[in-house]
């Protein structure tokens, strides 16, 4: 069982599978940091439509309830963190802060043309984090 489990979740995939198995890493005393990355791009588009990053905040806040509700469903405890940034560098640096023992990733089936030239998040954080990494297909 782990204390301190790092969750990376994206608002637009269900996260169903990754948070049964974060279920089954957890104990009693365990803590679960759900964190979301807004990425650079989307903070620029949301700030050209006229859309205040702190309302940007709010939405992808309400975009992880689904998560929250599962978390409290499994009873388990759980923090919240959005922040702005490259998705895959914002997750190595958490992960490698030293305050969790391991870090949950859904997988995504990117695009093709994407994934070739700008890898999936995931791979990426599974080379460069110093902690282990669980991801969920």
């Given at each position: ?10 608002t637009t995939l ?124």
């Amino acid at each position: 069982m782990f204390k301190n489990i790092l969750l990376g979740v994206d608002t637009t995939l269900k996260n169903e599978k990754a948070l049964k198995e974060v279920s089954k890493l957890a104990g009693k005393d365990t803590v679960v940091t759900i964190m979301n990355t807004i990425s650079e791009q989307d903070a620029q588009a949301s700030i050209k439509s006229g859309v205040h990053l702190d309302k940007l905040v709010e939405k992808r806040s309400e975009g992880l309830e689904s998560t929250r509700n599962a978390l409290e469903e499994y009873g388990i405890k759980y923090d919240e963190i959005i922040v702005r940034g490259n998705p895959k560098e914002q997750l190595v640096k958490e992960a490698n802060s030293g305050k969790y023992e391991i870090i949950v990733l859904s997988n995504r089936r990117a695009e093709e043309k994407k994934k070739f030239v700008l890898g999936s998040v995931s791979h990426k954080v599974a080379k460069r984090a110093s902690i282990p990494v669980l991801i969920v297909k």
